[in-house]
């Protein structure tokens, strides 16, 4: 591999830069939403998923300690390699950084929502605009600035949390949690999709293998010990708000964190729960923005895309081109209103990409033997297949209930078949000119 990425990241940076996209929007935004779907039982919702994310993250803490785990690409990397092809995986990598950009205009814009309503007004849009421009700046400046603002972000998070939860176990009426299911098996059942949108971005971190250090020892164990601790934060936030919170209030409540809060927190502790949901967004903004153009990196290696995108300047160690183009697409999306035609398959996106990863590696002794062989990681092979199976049927069953959404499936057809397109053009271009190249070499022979 030939890029100019430097390992600026250790241990610390790669905890904030996991628990800061997971302890982000999803549990501020969506708590509420799965709550009136099923009641009390959203509680329940986040423990199970949280074993089908736990055993999806096997599979990336398996790859990671083999030598693709000193590189960027994520499940790009992973998936072509196992599989030998680039088509797929390709179309895989084009959606997933659809979803991200998308999600990064969508965090914008609710980080513009929370700081109007903490500061009492201003342009929404150009808060936004503003937002995603800062954190540009940051991440062509060099990956040790994203880390070290993740990190700083992340404790003021932490201190929110730590006020929302630590009194808050006081107050709660046991009474709020009845009925624990509202609408039955299949109002719970149908949280679990949005509740999942919480969890979503974890992989994230496997982006970041070509700026950690040490990353084949490091990441397969941040993985697995940064879930099981978001899960038990996600678990106390919610026994928290439900039980402080009735039904009434949370039937209305927009951030029911927050209003959570101000039933038992003085106005200034009740400021920085509100604060720590601004964090949430920002540390969510700052993952996010670094994904896309560690893909384009891998990509143009392996060139299905221009050599020109994956680029990383010498002087800061950054892919400043691939930066450039996901701020101007983000910016886009958030001019033009929309949002929704790159958000709506972020989920369902992802979900497809776990599958195909977690079956990359039930197949990789089989396909690609000698990767097998340089895994490192100490996860029993009968460990490796469990997980991987649970993961192969827990995103199944997400998909299955995603897949009721008619104008869902018409998004996910509508892009998949644009990145088909750039793949085989792309593709035709590249068989073109090694044709080319081949029959000058023959002249001058």
Same mark, same amino acid.
């Given at each position: =591999? ?7 990241l ?15 929007a ?7 939403t ?18 089908a994310?736990?055993?999806? #993250?096997?599979?990336?803490?398996v ?16 998936? #072509? ?18 979803s991200?950009?998308?999600? /990064? ?8 929502d929370?700081a ?7 342009n929404?849009m ?21 880390g070290?603002?993740?990190?700083? /972000? ?11 939860v ?7 009426r ?8 509202t609408?039955?098996?299949g109002?719970?059942?149908? #949280? ?6 919480a ?5 994230s971190?496997?982006?970041?293998a ?17 879930i099981t ?7 106390? =936030?919610?026994v ?6 009735p ?11 927050a209003?959570a ?10 400021? !920085?729960v ?10 969510s903004?700052?993952?996010? /923005?670094l994904?896309?153009s ?33 701020? &101007? ?11 929704s ?5 972020a ?6 990409l ?11 002794p089989k ?8 895994v490192t ?8 297949? &469990?997980a ?5 049927? #827990?995103m199944?069953?997400i ?6 959404? !008619?104008?869902?499936?018409?998004l ?12 085989l ?7 073109d000119?090694g044709t080319?190249g ?8």
């Amino acid at each position: =591999m030939s890029h100019n990425l430097r390992r600026d990241l250790g241990t610390i940076e790669s905890y904030a830069a996991l628990l800061g996209v997971l302890i982000g929007a999803g549990i501020f935004k969506v708590t509420g939403t799965a709550w009136q779907l099923t009641g009390p039982s959203v509680i329940l919702g986040y423990l199970v998923l949280a074993v089908a994310i736990l055993a999806t #993250s096997v599979p990336y803490s398996v790859f990671l300690s083999t030598p693709l785990g000193r590189e960027p690409g994520g499940e790009y990397t992973h998936i #072509s390699r196992t599989f030998g092809g680039r088509g797929f995986a390709f179309v895989g990598a084009w959606l997933k950084v659809i979803s991200y950009v998308g999600a /990064m205009a969508f965090l914008a814009r609710a980080f513009a929502d929370y700081a109007r309503e903490l500061f009492g007004g201003g342009n929404a849009m150009l808060i936004s605009v503003g937002l995603l421009v800062f954190f540009y700046a940051i991440h062509v400046a060099g990956v040790r600035w994203f880390g070290r603002l993740q990190v700083w /972000m992340c404790i003021v998070l932490g201190i929110s949390i730590v006020v929302l939860v630590g009194p808050g176990l006081f107050f709660i009426r046991l009474s709020n949690y009845r009925p624990f299911f509202t609408h039955g098996f299949g109002g719970f059942a149908e #949280s679990l999709p949005p509740l999942f949108f919480a969890y979503c971005g974890f992989e994230s971190l496997a982006q970041t293998a070509g700026e950690v250090r040490d990353s084949t020892r490091r990441l397969p164990a941040i993985f697995l010990r940064g879930i099981t601790a978001t899960t038990v934060i996600y678990v106390l =936030m919610c026994v928290v708000a439900f039980g402080v919170l009735p039904a009434s209030r949370l039937r209305v409540a927009d951030a029911p964190m927050a209003e959570a809060a101000a039933r038992y927190l003085p106005f200034g502790a009740a400021v !920085l729960v509100t604060i720590g949901a601004i964090m949430a967004l920002t540390t969510s903004v700052n993952a996010t /923005m670094l994904v896309p153009s560690r893909i384009a990196i891998m990509l143009a290696e392996d060139r299905v895309a221009p050599r020109w995108i994956g680029r990383v300047s010498v002087r800061t160690g950054t892919p400043i081109i691939g930066l450039t183009l996901t701020l &101007i697409t983000a910016l886009l999306l958030l001019v033009s209103g929309q949002v929704s035609l790159a958000l709506n398959i972020a989920v369902f996106a992802l979900v497809v990409l776990y599958l195909i990863h977690s079956i990359a590696l039930l197949l990789l002794p089989k396909l690609n033997r000698p990767l097998y062989d340089a895994v490192t990681v100490r996860i029993p092979r009968s460990v490796q297949v &469990i997980a991987a199976v649970v993961s192969i049927g #827990s995103m199944a069953a997400i998909i299955a209930l995603q897949l009721r959404d !008619l104008a869902l499936i018409k998004l996910v057809v509508v892009w998949s078949v644009i990145g088909v397109a750039l793949y085989l053009v792309r593709s035709r271009g590249v068989a073109d000119r090694g044709t080319a190249g081949g029959v000058e070499n023959a002249e001058e022979t």
